[in-house]
């Protein structure tokens, strides 16, 4: 059964751009034609509303704001990794999600190492405690995951 969205609900979109490279398209659902059929999209980068299949639909969360970026050296340098829950807060602040404080983690914010990646930042939000972390792709060699998650127990590197 296909999920039914709401409108003023926000969502977003993976789709390609003009020049084929892939990008995230974030916007609310202005309005649904039926209740399997397409939806119309007000996207935040474009004037106007288009009509979306609902399978290309994904809904806006913490827990669903992801960065794919190539080159492994991000999560190795030190430098580079420290930068790298800014980047998926400034994603986060682009699909509309309102982050509170973001911590960083570990010496000079270069995150802590975790068993595959590193344990970059922490934050609250809704009253739940979330991590920002760096993960190897296990698909794509030399590129890395940044994402949130709800923080676990075994996560208590806070000082």
Not at 70 to 86: E, I, M, Q, S, Y
């Amino acid at each position: 059964m296909s999920r039914r969205w709401r409108n003023g609900e926000r969502i977003k979109v993976r789709t390609l751009d003009e020049d084929g490279l892939p990008i995230v398209r974030y916007g609310t659902v202005g309005a649904t034609l039926s209740s399997d059929g397409p939806v119309v999209v007000m996207f935040d980068d474009l004037l106007g509303g288009d009509i979306v299949d609902r399978s290309e639909l994904e809904v806006v969360a913490v827990d669903t704001i992801e960065l794919s970026l190539a080159g492994f050296d991000l999560a190795d340098d030190a430098v580079l990794r420290a930068g790298l829950a800014d980047m998926w807060r400034a994603e986060a602040d682009l699909a509309g999600l309102a982050i509170g404080a973001v911590r960083a983690m570990g010496d000079d914010g270069a995150g802590v190492r975790d068993s595959d990646g590193w344990l970059l930042a922490e934050f609250t939000h809704d009253g739940l405690a979330h991590v920002v972390r760096c993960t190897p792709d296990r698909d794509r060699a030399d590129t890395v995951i940044v994402r949130a998650d709800r923080s676990n127990r075994w996560d208590g590197f806070t000082a």
